[in-house]
């Protein structure tokens, strides 16, 4: 069984940074991919950004050149740093592992951007 825990949402002011972190645990033989998505309230959950096994990165057209995901294979965790929030990035956010072939997601942290 894969766990998936995220830390490091909160609240920040428009134009500020946040870092969140997932760490995943288990048996884990082989991860596909990683990933953030949000749900903001009333909508449906979008990807954010996804790095994959080989290590290419796609991001959503909304969060171009403002945030990075990284990852840390020896540790089994995925980053993603945020700068220049605006208020329409508040949203919880979701951590996702393609584990296997098998999609597994963590339960989420809320980020909220205040104007």
């Known amino acids: 069984q894969v766990q998936l825990v995220e830390s490091g949402g909160g609240l920040v002011q428009a134009g500020g940074s946040l870092s969140l972190s997932c760490a995943a645990s288990g048996i884990i033989f082989r991860i596909n991919a990683m990933g953030w998505y949000r749900q903001a309230p009333g909508k449906q959950r979008e990807l954010v950004a996804v790095?994959?096994?080989?290590?290419?990165?796609n991001y959503a057209d909304s969060v171009k050149g403002r945030f990075t995901i990284s990852r840390d294979n020896a540790k089994n965790t995925v980053y993603l740093q945020m700068n220049s929030l605006k208020p329409e990035d508040t949203a919880n956010y979701y951590c996702?592992?393609?584990?296997?072939?098998?999609?597994?997601w963590g339960k989420g942290t809320l980020v909220t951007v205040s104007s």
């Open positions: 790095i994959i096994n080989g290590g290419s990165t």
């Open positions: 996702q592992f393609k584990v296997d072939g098998i999609d597994h």
